[in-house]
């Protein structure tokens, strides 16, 4: 394969799966992080500061949980209790089905809170996320040169060199996918041969009139092209309707569309008179993960396909946790026995943590050859994408 990718048609395909550690380095709270990000978050306003209140007295008088442990705790501690007893239509200590469901909410606020606030909104810290990105669109890009002239689809339709596979929820790379596919073509045309980020399910724009979201099969028909991105467990720019399943997406660093959580009437349930306000979509961490949302339902079979046509995988800032159960099988389902795996991880200060994650990935992938880069991610993508003049 190209490294730079092009004008090269690349063989193969490789599929990239990033974990938290792709986005620690621009200032992505980890997993284990969040619980302390959003008790050391100022006052935000009345939404959020309840939502914290609330969180605050469950962790408290329920989980008997002292202040000072309240950074420490796992996400996973917190919902699955919660999960479970929704499940079982039974009440947690002396919370009843419906206060469950209310403090799970206040959790998902008080949690996209936190992951927003901690990412700085300037473009520096991501600089490795936009090299990744410009590398993506213009490896991706060659499908629209490709098809610009073609009769047949042939050739178009044989090149398809990666996808993304993502288990975060922020946007670090969707945003910058979007303003890369941006600047190589500004055009607005509805029929223009533009490419898009492609999440692999069905989306409309959260703008009614933003013509630079739109569905990647779409695209593809237009002679342009798509950059597969397909997000696991949701993403924090998108919102779903309750009622028709619809999901709306937006683009932007400034974009804070989780605040419009119950605000936002579905414009297409709203033209046959109804009034559906739009959710959230988050799968949170938790030992009963519910997956049994249409369109996440949708991504994670696409995963599955992305995966079994790997011929290469790259897992970026990714540990393999067991609890990522569903994950772990469907990768044990899909991936191919000769696919090659390069594992990213940062071996820093904690070799030792280093060693057992390596020890992880040998187990899991057994016979398949393992490849690992120790110098995390920004080390992998100067090695990868080398800046300019170096
Ligand atoms: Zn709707």
Same mark, same amino acid.
């Given at each position: 394969m190209s490294k730079r990718g092009g004008g090269t048609v690349l063989r193969g395909k490789t599929v990239y799966v990033l974990g938290a550690g792709f986005s620690i380095p621009a200032g992505a709270p980890s997993q284990a992080g969040i619980m302390g990000r959003i008790f050391h978050l100022r006052r935000q306003g009345k939404a959020f500061d309840s939502a914290r209140q609330r969180l605050r007295e469950f962790l408290e008088?329920?989980?008997?949980? =002292?202040e000072e442990q309240f950074p420490h705790v796992p996400l996973e501690d917190i919902y699955t209790p919660i999960d479970r007893c929704i499940a079982n239509n039974c009440s947690f200590r002396s919370h009843t089905v419906g206060d469950l469901v209310r403090i799970r909410q206040a959790l998902g606020l008080v949690i996209s809170r936190a992951i927003a606030e901690s990412?700085?909104?300037?473009?520096a810290p991501a600089d490795y996320i936009h090299r990744f990105a410009g590398l993506l669109v213009s490896q991706a890009a060659r499908r629209a040169e490709i098809a610009r002239?073609?009769?047949?689809?042939r050739r178009g339709k044989s090149y398809d060199p990666f996808a993304v596979i993502s288990?975060?929820?922020?946007?670090l790379l969707d945003n910058a996918l979007h303003e890369a596919l941006l600047s190589q073509h500004p055009g607005t045309g509805d029929y223009d041969p533009f490419g898009v980020v492609d999440y692999c399910c069905y989306i409309s724009s959260?703008?009614?009139?933003?013509?630079?979201?739109? =569905?990647g099969l779409f695209s593809l028909g237009c002679r342009g092209f798509n950059v597969k991105l397909l997000k696991l467990h949701g993403s924090m720019n998108w919102l779903q309707c309750p009622n028709c399943q619809r999901l709306y997406v937006g683009f932007g660093r400034?974009?804070?569309?989780?605040?419009?959580i119950g605000r936002t009437q579905c414009r297409h349930c709203a033209k046959g008179g109804l009034d559906n306000r739009l959710q959230g979509s988050l799968v949170m961490?938790?030992?009963?993960?519910?997956?049994?949302n249409f369109q996440i339902k949708l991504v994670w079979q696409n995963a599955g396909l992305e995966l079994m046509e790997a011929t290469k995988l790259v897992f970026i800032?990714?540990?393999?946790?067991?609890?990522d159960f569903e994950f772990r099988q469907l990768l044990s389902r899909m991936v191919r026995p000769g696919a090659s795996i390069e594992v990213v991880l940062f071996r820093g200060a904690n070799p030792s943590q280093f060693e057992s994650e390596k020890q992880r990935y040998e187990q899991f992938f057994g016979k398949r050859k393992l490849n690992f880069h120790d110098a995390g991610v920004t080390g992998y993508m100067d090695k990868l994408i080398p800046r300019a003049g170096t």
């Open positions: 008088l329920d989980l008997a949980l =002292a990412i700085p909104r300037k473009k002239q073609a009769t047949s689809t288990l975060n929820w922020d946007i959260l703008d009614e009139h933003d013509s630079r979201v739109r =569905a400034k974009l804070r569309i989780l605040d419009q961490p938790t030992f009963l993960k519910d997956l049994s800032g990714y540990s393999l946790p067991y609890a």
